[in-house]
T-cell receptor, first 114, second 115 residues
Framework: AQKVTQAQTEISVVEKEDVTLDCVYE???????LFWYKQPPSGELVFLIR??????QNEISGRYSWNFQKSTSSFNFTITASQVVDSAVYFC???????????FGKGTRLSVIA | GAVVSQHPSWVICKSGTSVKIECRSL??????MFWYRQFPKQSLMLMAT?????????EQGVEKDKFLINHASLTLSTLTVTSAHPEDSSFYIC???????????FGPGTRLTVL
């Protein structure tokens, strides 16, 4: 079975704090992709990252960084020096191999307070 | 980058009417498109898989006669909500899989409100 678990339903931080959003996935496929999306109040999904299962290198993009660990089936997302504009719902998703749709976690609502 | 559009972006209709939502891949071809539904404060749930030139595959619990899907070309899939009721009010999002690269790209979503 394919499953994505985002245990944190809501997180609230003060501006400039660092925050990590957790994501744990389950799949029996050896080839798969992992994603993070941001969904602001407007609703449109904003693509953040796509990671192949064979690439375990951590990735950094500005204030964003991702830690992929196959040993623990986790793909965590860290925002450094958070800003109010980071307030949104963040979804972690899994795309199993083949022509399959994405499996989404339940999302984590992040509120950054000024 | 690849762009997927949805039309309309929002729609309000009366109960009992039908609403058609279009999903277009603007700069790539997509043999497969997926339709998701998102209720307030919930995650995206897959409704159906739309394949060009063939019948759509619906997820368990999704009524195929109520949510009609047509994927008539490599760039267009439509979702028609027939005889809409207030409980169908939701945010509908499509994604299209690039025929060449295999990546999926999401549309901006359509917010449906049924009065």
């Amino acid at each position: 079975a394919q499953k994505v678990t985002q245990a944190q339903t809501e997180i609230s931080v003060v501006e400039k704090e660092d925050v990590t959003l957790d994501c744990v996935y389950e799949t029996r496929d050896t080839t798969y992709y992992l994603f993070w999306y941001k969904q602001p109040p407007s609703g449109e999904l904003v693509f953040l990252i796509r990671r192949n299962s064979f690439d375990e290198q951590n990735e950094i993009s500005g204030r964003y960084s991702w830690n992929f660990q196959k040993s623990t089936s986790s793909f965590n997302f860290t925002i450094t020096a958070s800003q109010v504009v980071d307030s949104a719902v963040y979804f972690c998703a899994l795309e199993p191999s083949g022509n399959t749709p994405l499996v989404f976690g339940k999302g984590t609502r992040l509120s950054v307070i000024a | 980058g690849a762009v997927v559009s949805q039309h309309p972006s929002w729609v309000i209709c009366k109960s009992g009417t039908s609403v058609k939502i279009e999903c277009r891949s603007l700069d790539f071809q997509a043999t497969t498109m997926f339709w998701y539904r998102q209720f307030p404060k919930q995650s995206l749930m897959l409704m159906a898989t739309s394949n060009e030139g063939s019948k759509a595959t619906y997820e368990q619990g999704v009524e195929k006669d109520k949510f009609l899907i047509n994927h008539a070309s490599l760039t267009l899939s439509t979702l028609t909500v027939t005889s809409a009721h207030p409980e169908d009010s939701s945010f509908y999002i499509c994604s299209a899989r690039d025929l060449d690269g295999g990546e999926q790209f999401f549309g901006p979503g359509t917010r449906l409100t049924v009065l």
